[in-house]
T-cell receptor, first 111, second 114 residues
């Protein structure tokens, strides 16, 4: 049973618009959440993280929102750029234990 | 240039072969990881080494044998694998095994078992 779910396998947006990638989790003990980005033929690279004591973390065009009551987090990319086209993975951990990963969402940003 | 390099990038092997995957990190990190990424499955943690000591083995079959001779190098020795072991094997490193630190991944070794 997947503890971290990314229910949308793919997402397509226009350049300049907002991309919203969603992630749901089932384990209420998760206290740290991360987003990684992966280009083809490359390993995942860290994008942004959020601790459960916060509900928002922002880094440039990327913002992660955490809704603990709904066990939901989302990654917003504004404005989206063609270079953002990649697979985005959500991951979570509880009490510094191992990361549990989602299946990923493939984002395509169209010029 | 990635701080974590993996070789080979692609490997095809028969079920009776013995081969090894190699990972090297140039980041001065103390923790190294092997992950497996299979089609339609989440990334699965296989092994964790911290200061050259194995700290985690997630019920990985013995046909996978890790080796960490020093903090910069990590190997995954493969022996009598099965076709279902075909996957992308990713190496990663972190400053230490504290899970709030960023994981740095290599580009992966794509393994095909015939």
């Amino acid at each position: 049973d997947q503890q971290v779910k990314q229910n949308s396998p793919s997402l397509s947006v226009q350049e300049g618009r907002i991309s919203i990638l969603n992630c749901d989790y089932t384990n209420s003990m998760f206290d740290y959440f991360l987003w990684y980005k992966k280009y083809p033929a490359e390993g995942p690279t860290f994008l942004i993280s959020i601790s459960s004591i916060k509900d928002k973390n922002e880094d440039g065009r990327f913002t992660v929102f955490l809704n603990k009551s709904a066990k939901h987090l989302s990654l917003h990319i504004v404005p989206s750029q063609p270079g953002d086209s990649a697979v985005y993975f959500c991951a979570a951990s509880a009490d510094n234990r191992k990361l549990i990963w989602g299946l990923g969402t493939s984002l395509a940003v169209n010029p | 240039e990635t701080g974590v390099t993996q070789t080979p990038r692609h490997l095809v092997m028969g079920m009776t072969n013995k081969k090894s995957l190699k990972c090297e990190q140039h980041l001065g990190h103390n923790a190294m990881y092997w992950y497996k990424q299979s089609a339609k499955k989440p990334l699965e943690l296989m092994f964790v080494y911290n200061f050259k000591e194995q700290t985690e083995n997630n019920s990985v079959p013995s046909r996978f044998s890790p080796e960490c001779p020093n903090s910069s190098h990590l190997f995954l020795h493969l022996h009598t694998l099965q076709p279902e072991d075909s996957a992308l094997y990713l190496c990663a490193s972190r400053q230490d095994r504290q899970n709030t630190g960023e994981l740095f991944f290599g580009e992966g070794s794509r393994l095909t078992v015939l």
